[in-house]
């Protein structure tokens, strides 16, 4: 079955705009989370939704939001961009159970550049 | 102090080496255990999930856990320029998908043929 996919792949934005990510999980899938990737801080969890619904945050300032839609394709938004934010932004999807091999599967991320 | 610590690289080894790669962590509340790994331009993969302290092997790969030193190790075995990769240790305080990702920063790997 396809995996999890991410668009864009790579994006140029400048300080102060803003950017929305976009992120389709692997079918039957209900569960989004995004990481955020950088080599000074590596991976950091940036929240998580279920069924339309966030229901986990990482600490990471309000210019940072998402949201999840009824078929669990999600989207996150930067609004106002610092250069800090330049980054390879992963989504990983899984069923969303709580069984205790459950696993995340990730997408190949959106590089952003902040210039 | 960060939660996670992961030995810093990169590492290079010889094809057919044994590589050894090690994480601590520092919140007792961890209780899942992952290996990652990433090839470059590509999202993380599973590669070992473990529950607690103790082994588990799975082909090349054996995952030990340590929680009484809040240790954890990756061991492979006969490594091939394959494996070449950055790999990440990570941990949860609960299982599932219901549950927060805190990862090592990584560390690159490469096998020289």
């Known amino acids: 079955k396809a995996g999890v996919t991410q668009t864009p792949r790579y994006l140029i934005k400048t300080r102060g705009q803003q950017v929305t990510l976009s992120c389709s999980p692997i079918?039957?899938?209900?569960?989004v989370s995004w990481y955020q990737q950088t080599p000074g801080q590596g991976l950091q969890f940036l929240f998580e939704?279920?069924?339309?619904?966030?229901?986990n945050k990482g600490n990471f300032p309000g210019r940072f939001s998402g949201r999840q839609f009824s078929n669990s394709r999600s989207e996150m938004n930067v609004s106002t961009l610092e250069l800090g934010d330049s980054a390879l932004y992963l989504c990983?999807?899984?069923?969303?159970?709580?069984?205790?091999?459950?696993?995340?599967?990730f997408g190949p991320g959106t590089r952003l550049l902040v210039l | 102090q960060k939660e996670v610590e992961q030995d810093p690289g990169p590492l290079s080894v010889p094809e057919g080496a044994i590589v050894s790669l090690n994480c601590t962590y520092s919140?007792?509340?961890?209780?899942?255990f992952m290996w990652y790994r990433q090839y470059s331009r590509k999202g993380p993969e599973l590669l070992m999930y473990?529950?607690?302290?103790g082994n588990k092997e799975d082909g090349r790969f054996t995952a030990q856990v340590d929680k009484s030193s809040k240790y954890i190790s990756l061991f492979i075995r006969d490594s091939q320029p394959s494996d070449s990769a950055t790999y990440l240790c990570?941990?949860?305080?609960?299982?599932?998908?219901?549950?927060?990702?805190?990862f090592g920063k990584g560390i690159t790997l490469s096998v020289r043929p």
């Open positions: 919140n007792s509340a961890f209780q899942y």
């Open positions: 473990t529950y607690s302290s």
């Open positions: 939704y279920f069924s339309e619904t966030q229901r």
């Open positions: 079918s039957g899938h209900r569960s």
């Open positions: 990983a999807s899984s069923r969303g159970t709580s069984g205790a091999s459950e696993t995340q599967y």
């Open positions: 990570a941990m949860s305080r609960r299982a599932g998908a219901n549950s927060k990702l805190t």
